[in-house]
């Protein structure tokens, strides 16, 4: 092509037809959504960091989800070696990070500074409503108790003893279908039990999720409902279906689902029934001003990701944003741990972006040192 050309395409795509495309030679490489490459050892990441370009941009809203090697997954992009190798990172950064340590994080933070850019939607969108965010907790009802106590008594006795004998735990196959069993509990035990009769008056969060959706259609406003597990949407559309209250609902499986968004922002429906990993990114659901987190994910980054579909360009209205958390179980862990990830980010994004763009040429010998 003896033109200038623009080519869009998608990190599977790319990834599929890595020994064609790398071939071409790019002037810029811009990669949308670049958390896409944070795990490195990864065939979409790997094919991503093959590609033959003179400049590089990447543009994420979570340049760190989970831990601190994502971002080094990102800079082995923009610039290979500038954050050293994975092992030199891992021991200089992550490892000191996950402890606390400032230092590091000012460390991290100075270096990466003079390549990155950072605008707030507050900077961008400045007449964006207010976004209230709250904390409410609830307690086990009865059955849930006993699910739970059961689950715990035979499973997590169950890695007890594998730990204690020494045996090779997989976290994907031992304990994250532990975790995922008892989070489901505390959403609602029919999960569990698959006896979905009644839907209503065993589980208090549900419950008060459910009175809280039906205050909000009193007041003539909309809600979107966000979990990551099907079989409580399953259970929010049987109690919607009871009792009156229309809804559209997308998840991964979901057809046509932008005909379903434009009804709801044209207000069709009361509620939105949303997965949220397939929700989390790329739609606008702007005619609601209520957002319910039923449960929590992993990482701060993505429940911020899905709130954002509400509260963004077009929003007109306060958003309220309530995360319903069950007292006495995993979820206390988990806001905790939620809580230390976003402190995490702003010790190292935060500052990184909050300092004065300017720097000395002592500042930048020293910054562009290679690491040990």
């Known amino acids: 092509i ?3 050309h623009i080519i869009i395409s998608t990190y599977e795509t790319i990834s599929n037809d890595i020994s ?22 990864t065939k979409r990441s790997l094919a991503i960091k093959s590609l033959n370009s003179i400049h590089r941009i990447a543009l994420t809203g979570t340049p760190i989800e989970n831990r601190p090697s994502e971002l ?7 610039m290979k070696g500038y954050l050293g190798r994975y092992g030199t990172f891992t021991r200089l950064f992550e490892e000191p990070l996950n402890s606390g340590s400032d230092k590091k994080a000012q ?16 900077d961008v969108a400045k007449d964006l409503p207010e976004k209230i965010e709250m904390d409410e907790w609830c307690e086990l009802t009865e059955e849930q108790k006993s699910l739970y106590g059961q689950i715990q008594d035979k499973e997590v006795s169950v890695i007890r003893n594998m730990l204690i004998t020494g045996e090779k735990l997989n976290y994907t196959k031992n304990i994250l279908p532990i975790l995922t069993k008892l989070k489901q509990v ?15 008056g065993r589980s208090e969060k ?11 259609r009193k007041l003539g406003e909309h809600v979107i409902l966000f979990s990551h597990f099907l079989g409580t949407l399953d259970l929010f559309e049987a109690a919607f279906k009871q009792n009156g209250i229309t809804y559209i609902r997308i998840d991964g499986s979901t057809q046509n689902r932008q005909k379903y968004i434009d009804e709801f922002n044209q207000g069709k429906y009361n509620a939105a029934l949303c997965s949220l990993m397939a929700c989390c990114y790329g739609i606008t659901l702007t005619q609601a001003n209520h957002v319910i987190h039923v449960d929590r994910w992993w990482n701060p980054a993505v429940e911020d990701q ?27 862990k988990i806001a905790t741990l939620l809580n230390r990830k976003r402190q995490l980010f702003e010790k190292v994004i935060g500052q990184a972006t909050q300092q004065n763009m300017e720097w000395t040429k002592e500042e930048l010998l020293e910054l562009l040192k290679p690491l040990d």
Not at 31 to 36: F, G, I, P, Q, V
């Open 2 to 4: 003896s033109k200038p």
């Open 20 to 41: 064609i495309v790398k071939k071409v030679p790019l002037f810029f490489l811009v990669l949308d959504e670049a958390s896409k490459i944070k795990n490195p050892k």
């Open 72 to 78: 080094w997954s990102i800079f082995d992009f923009l």
């Open 107 to 122: 460390v991290l933070s100075n270096r990466i500074r003079p390549f990155m850019l950072r605008r707030l939607k507050s």
């Open 186 to 200: 505390c959403d609602h035990p029919a999960i569990i039990t698959k006896n979905n009769e009644p839907v209503l």
């Open 206 to 216: 549900f419950d008060m999720v459910f009175k809280k959706v039906k205050n909000i």
């Open 306 to 332: 899905a709130t954002d579909r509400v509260h963004r360009i077009g929003q007109d209205k306060t958003v309220y944003v309530y995360r319903i958390l069950t007292m006495g179980t995993l979820e206390e």
